[in-house]
């Protein structure tokens, strides 16, 4: 809707009224129990903080203040919509979607990461998406496998 139609206070309040949307991945949505939870729960908070923010009288103040709750309900509401929980592994012979997997470098770090969705990914607490391209690599590779990323190569110690 252009400025002109509203009763805004300027072109820049308008523009923090009407935040893009989040990316969303073209990938399959794959997720695992405990991730299909975080997102219904952070589903919940979107619409509470949107609720929130619906009830400020000041109409300029309640659009700058409900934009990202906006926002993040139409994400998660379509991630769990879309989310496809995978169970777990049956066997720990071959790296699957929840693994978890140590592997040492070529430059002989050790690493472990449990592959997960892309909503649930956080590298820095363990967990990498199924999607990167560590997890692509590893995929289907079973403990003692190398595996070559470009120039470098993983070689997998163990999976859980």
């Known amino acids: 809707m252009s400025v ?4 805004e206070d300027s072109a820049e309040t308008a523009a923090e009224t009407q935040l893009p949307d989040r990316p969303i991945s073209a990938e399959p949505n ?5 991730g299909l939870l975080a997102l219904e729960r952070q589903l ?4 509470a903080a949107y609720a929130a923010a619906s009830a400020i009288e000041e109409i300029n103040e309640r659009r700058r203040l ?12 379509d991630r769990v919509r879309s989310a ?16 978890t ?13 449990r592959i997960v969705g892309e909503d649930e990914a956080d590298p820095k607490a363990g967990s990498i998406s199924h999607v ?15 595996v070559n990323m470009g120039e470098r190569e993983l070689e997998i110690l163990q999976i859980r």
Do not use: C, N, W
């Open 4 to 7: 002109a139609f509203t009763k």
């Open 30 to 34: 794959l997720v695992t129990a405990a």
């Open 44 to 47: 919940a908070e979107a619409r």
């Open 66 to 77: 409900s934009a990202v709750p906006l926002r993040d309900l139409r994400y998660f509401t």
């Open 84 to 99: 496809q929980v995978v169970p777990e592994a049956a066997t720990t012979d071959v790296v699957a979607f929840g693994s």
């Open 101 to 113: 997997v140590r592997f040492r470098r070529d430059d002989g770090r050790e690493q472990s990461y």
């Open 132 to 146: 990167s391209p560590i997890a692509r690599a590893l995929m289907g590779k079973g403990e003692g496998d190398v």
